[in-house]
């Protein structure tokens, strides 16, 4: 399993950027794929995930009406999950990783979207929000 995340970088408060991550060598059809961040001094967190079945998703209270996940398998044997970040604030600042895991665990209507639940991990992206 390969995870490669892209699209970080320096954007203004209230700017928008959208992290792209490429999944490959995933056999199964009911997993669990997400976005995490590690602010500076801070524990990795998750900000939202998604499922491949029906595309539930999660997110964490900071971003909830601004960020959005989704995910494309158009293409052949990969599986694309995007995070479009929107009205981005400095808070916002950190290395995103993107992570997967076989299964889709339901709780509370959305997949379980815990840092520990995801053995498959991409290396992560920076994105530094300041002006």
């Known amino acids: 399993v390969q995870l490669q995340a892209s699209g970080g970088g320096l954007v203004q408060p209230g700017g928008s950027l959208r992290l792209s991550c490429d999944i490959s060598?995933?056999?199964?059809?009911?997993?669990?794929m997400g976005w995490f961040r590690q602010a500076p001094g801070k524990e990795r967190a998750a900000v939202s995930c998604?499922?491949?079945?029906?595309?539930?998703?999660?997110?964490?209270d900071p971003v909830k009406g601004r960020f959005t996940i989704s995910r494309d398998n158009s293409k052949l044997s990969v599986t694309t999950v995007y995070l479009q970040m929107n009205d981005l604030k400095p808070e916002d600042t950190g290395v995103y990783y993107c992570?997967?895991?076989?299964?889709?665990?339901?709780?509370?209507?959305?997949?379980?979207?815990?840092?520990?639940?995801?053995?498959?991990w991409g290396k992560g992206t920076l994105v530094t929000v300041s002006s």
């Open positions: 992570a997967a895991d076989i299964g889709e665990w339901i709780v509370s209507g959305g997949p379980k979207c815990s840092d520990g639940g995801m053995p498959y």
């Open positions: 060598g995933f056999s199964a059809y009911y997993f669990t």
């Open positions: 998604i499922t491949n079945s029906d595309r539930r998703t999660y997110y964490s």
